[in-house]
């Protein structure tokens, strides 16, 4: 059975996007916590989407390694409703997709 996540991520992307800001993800996982679907929201308001059709870009990729469930205890990380990530899923326009 899938599982849904978000969490807070309180750092900065280290990158040449670094001024996008902290960011929000929401991960759709397996029952092993791999990421099927991920979305990461940017404080800035750019949006990130990754699955098995987009798996990467010039932004990020997919996560290849699964979560680990020791970390979500804790992190600040909540599990959320299926319903409430196909909302996001579906109305968040993704900079990366077209």
């Known amino acids: 059975m899938n599982r849904y ?3 807070r991520w309180e ?21 092993e ?23 990467n870009d010039e932004f990020g990729f997919l996560a290849e390694k699964s979560i680990d469930i020791e970390d979500l205890k804790e992190s600040n990380t909540l599990e959320i ?9 579906s109305t968040l326009k993704s900079l990366n997709r077209k």
């Open 81 to 89: 409703s299926k319903a409430e990530f196909e909302e996001k899923w």
């Open 33 to 55: 916590l791999y990421s099927l679907r991920q979305i990461e929201v940017y404080d800035n308001g750019n949006v990130l989407t990754y699955d098995e059709q987009h798996l």
């Open 11 to 31: 750092e900065t992307r280290g990158d040449n996007f670094d001024d996008w800001g902290f960011s929000t993800w929401y991960s759709e996982t397996d029952e």
């Open 5 to 7: 996540l978000k969490y």
